[in-house]
């Protein structure tokens, strides 16, 4: 599992990923997100160095305080996260409609001290990021104490307890680390669109199609690290020198929230060769749910 309920995060298909990376000294995971694979690498001791990397500072501080000061941190999140789970689903609701947006405006600004904003974001991520049925809400009757919470989220901070946490730009990130024994996981913003039209705001800090481009061209230039990069069908067009330059394997899989069942995929690039036993990892698969269940 992830640290924290992320978009796009690669829970479901970590071990396939795993399958898919080289052996190397370091690994980066460059987007981080929920760290989903920064985790599972670290578990495995694939790499002598773990390293986690976000743009997002909000998400960087909760991974921060998670792992720095979690005595400091865990029992005021497991508070609130205990109260939320005694609101009813119209509750839960209104509360996400009238309070939350102005909690994730202020989140956008970058308006609230790291501690405090770290407490805010991550009480947005466990509590209002999946639906209702899902998540901490799930069973709410047995989840309501703030110990609970509290071993639940001391679990997640062991998880982290080994992985050096950044918060860098991806390009000063490549620039530094393009270097023989180094290896980048690469799951970037994915250009969203909705009736033909280009969709921002999914992620906090998304990709517009210039940055796309640009991190295409960036990717093109990589000379010694070993890059393995997860697109969208939507992206594809975006990553031409990529395409051009990359190997590609596929990844198809059954979204149970799909009418579509079937015709979802994602798409692995490597600019280093995988052996055939190797690509026995990109299996048809069927997701039963989405989100993590605690």
Partial sequence: MGLVPYMGGDELIKKDIVRLLPPADIFIEGFGGSGAVSIEVARRRMYRKVIWNDKDTYL????????????????????????????????????????????????????????????????????????YEGGIMRKREKLRTVEYYINFLRRRAEWIKDIEILNRDIFELLDEYDKEGVVFYLDPPHIIKKNGYIRTGYYRISFKIKDARRFSRKLAEIKNAKILLKLS??????????REKYQMHVLRYISMASQKKGKKRYYFFTNYEIMRKDLLAILLYNYSSSGETV
């Fill in 60 to 131: 960087y501080y909760i991974w921060y305080y998670m792992k720095y000061e979690p005595d400091r941190f865990i029992p005021k999140l497991a508070l609130m996260l205990s109260n939320l789970t005694k609101m009813t689903k119209e509750e839960w609701l209104e509360f996400k409609n009238k309070v939350v947006k102005r909690m994730l405006d202020l989140i956008n600004r970058e308006a609230l001290p790291p501690f405090t904003g770290a407490l805010v974001y991550a009480y947005i991520l466990y509590g209002m990021s999946i639906p």
């Fill in 233 to 242: 069908e939507t992206d594809l067009p975006y990553y031409p020198e990529v």
